[in-house]
Nanobody, 127 residues
Framework: QVQLVESGGGLVQPGGSLRLSCAAS????????VVWFRQAPGKEREGISC????????YYADSVKGRFTMSRDNAKNTVYLEMNSLKPEDTAIYYC????????????????????WGQGTQVTVSS
């Protein structure tokens, strides 16, 4: 298993942009599918995007489709989440998770499929 560390969160005004990073330790990170989740206060953790390993497949939840983009740089063991046109409802703690035996679904990923979590990074969208 790889260890993951999220970063890049912060306070941004509505309509602004942020880029989150998910840095992994360990080898063969390129063989891991990576999923971004977020959890707002009082709500369940929801899967919002996924990027496959070798197949390059991606998934985006309807709530972020067209605004968020995942990418990966396997040479740097890092996955990114570019977030544009941010809305107050995007406010949450964002987490990444990875698994070498996971394929991006065509529905929101389930948090229960992942057993290892980082500390997350807080994103606050407010004027």
């Amino acid at each position: 298993q790889v260890q993951l560390v999220e970063s890049g969160g912060g306070l941004v005004q509505p309509g602004g942009s942020l880029r989150l990073s998910c840095a992994a330790s360990g080898s063969n990170f390129g063989y891991y599918a990576v999923v971004w989740f977020r959890q707002a206060p009082g709500k369940e953790r929801e899967g919002i995007s996924c990027i496959g390993s070798t197949d390059g497949n991606t998934y985006y939840a309807d709530s972020v489709k067209g605004r968020f983009t995942m990418s990966r740089d396997n040479a740097k063991n890092t996955v990114y989440l570019e977030m544009n046109s941010l809305k107050p409802e995007d406010t949450a703690i964002y987490y990444c998770a990875a698994d070498s035996d996971y394929y991006c679904p065509d529905y929101p990923p389930w948090a229960s499929d992942f057993g290892s979590w980082g500390q997350g990074t807080q994103v606050t969208v407010s004027s």
